[in-house]
């Protein structure tokens, strides 16, 4: 497996989704790379912060946030 090949199988390494066998060739490529093992933790990290930002999402929004920011909110979030 190549660095390049590596990035490819991220996201479904990350969430434990990959095949036993390239499992297998991915865990080697990381343990001889050192560069795509910095990599990997980094990926690992901004997926996990990027989980807990959206912790408490649909939690009610407090009085004193303007209305029309919350509006602006939902409105562009419908938008992605």
């Given at each position: 497996?190549t660095?390049?090949?590596?990035?490819d199988?991220?996201?479904?390494?990350?969430?434990g989704?990959?095949?036993d066998?390239?499992?297998?060739?991915f865990d080697?490529?990381v343990?001889?790379?050192?560069?795509?093992?910095?990599?990997?933790?980094?990926?690992?990290?901004?997926?996990?912060l990027?989980?807990?930002?959206?912790?408490?999402?649909?939690?009610?929004?407090?009085d004193?946030v303007?209305?029309?920011?919350?509006?602006?909110?939902?409105?562009?979030?419908?938008?992605?």
């Open positions: 497996m660095c390049r090949e590596l990035t199988f991220l996201s479904a390494y990350v969430d989704e990959l095949p066998d390239v499992r297998r060739r080697a490529h343990a001889a790379c050192p560069a795509c093992a910095t990599y990997l933790r980094s990926y690992a990290t901004t997926v996990k990027a989980k807990g930002a959206l912790d408490g999402a649909d939690d009610p929004v407090p004193e303007p209305e029309d920011l919350v509006k602006a909110i939902i409105s562009a979030r419908r938008k992605t």
